[in-house]
DNA sequence: GCCGTTATTGCAACTCATTGCAGCAAGACC
DNA sequence: GGTCTTGCTGCAATGAGTTGCAATAACGGC
């Protein structure tokens, strides 16, 4: 029930740096290519954890390559959106948000009020879920979910 | 459970005639004021029902007259909004959808698959919006609520 | 190490939306 | 109808993201 940070730099844990070391592999598995754009995203990704906005991405890329191109950075995250690597939600006004490794499928909760947010956790969850998929055989995406309203604070 | 259609102009009941005939006045018990600008938006919204982009509202304003300027159709669906008039989600790609007159408050399901869209009743967002209440004491805004995921079909 | 295939990049143009600000004009008051 | 106040508009710049296309460069094969 903890709100949701900033996007922190934090160590990697061994099985991150596996995750982080496996992506080259992963893509040309599939014949993609492993390239210096790719490495330099993915080297900024490994120091995130939790949630980033895309433009938040490109920036920290310029910051250790100024020669960094937005659509490279973005057609790369829909790359690694593909591996199962990063994962996107939008906020309350629509924009990209990124899930960096999470832990375990979540969405997002924002209140209009004061702004905060709070992942909405898989069990919590499971009851939009359960729901949609009984009443019509619908699968949610809900680590694409994001609902906003008014926190217990702010009403 | 119908799917959602694309925009449809349609001709107005007499109820909402008297939703629209009465937005001159709601503006100006608020002192705002209005305009040709606001006047020719209204003119388009009554001409439509159902669910449509900012962006289309700025083009069918665009047809009406040439010289509209996009940020004031955004600013005055803005008002629009605090009236009640009409609300707002966001698409599955994070863009703005208007609901003008909603005949009830109603949330949004979108399938990846097929792009098709249906509209979660309140009956159906109760379950949400019930969790989150009992839960954390959040007020969901079920309007603003879009969900992502596969359809029955597309599974 | 060179070559060819083709995935990827850089770039420029474009879409959708938001914001600051100076000038304009609704509409209340007389 | 004239005047004043202040809410609105137009405009230009900005931010976030996407797309088409020609040139580039991974990387598998030799
Ligand atoms: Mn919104
Ligand atoms: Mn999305
Ligand atoms: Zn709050
Ligand atoms: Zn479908």
Redesign the pocket.
């Known amino acids: 029930m903890q709100p949701v940070g900033s996007p922190t730099p934090s160590e990697s844990r061994s099985d991150d740096l596996a995750a982080w070391g496996s992506v080259?592999d992963r893509?040309?598995e599939r014949?993609?290519?492993?390239?210096?754009?790719?490495r330099a995203l993915v080297a900024v990704l490994s120091q995130t954890r939790g949630h980033v906005?895309?433009?938040d991405l490109?920036?920290r890329c310029r910051e250790q390559d100024p020669?960094?191109?937005?659509?490279?950075v973005?057609?790369?995250?829909?790359?690694l959106e593909e591996l199962g690597i990063v994962r996107h939600g939008h906020g309350p006004?629509?924009?990209?948000?990124y899930h960096v490794l999470p832990d375990a499928e979540h969405g997002h909760l924002h209140c209009r009020g004061c702004g905060a947010a709070w992942e909405i956790t898989a069990d919590e969850g499971a009851s939009i879920v359960a729901t949609l998929e009984a009443a019509r055989g619908f699968a949610v995406d809900l680590s694409h979910v994001t609902i906003v309203g008014r926190c217990r604070a702010c009403r």
Chains 1, 2 share one sequence.
């Open positions: 080259r893509l040309r014949g993609l290519r492993w390239t210096p754009q790719r906005t895309g433009a490109v920036e020669s960094t191109i937005p659509s490279t973005y057609r790369t995250l829909d790359v006004d629509g924009r990209e948000e």
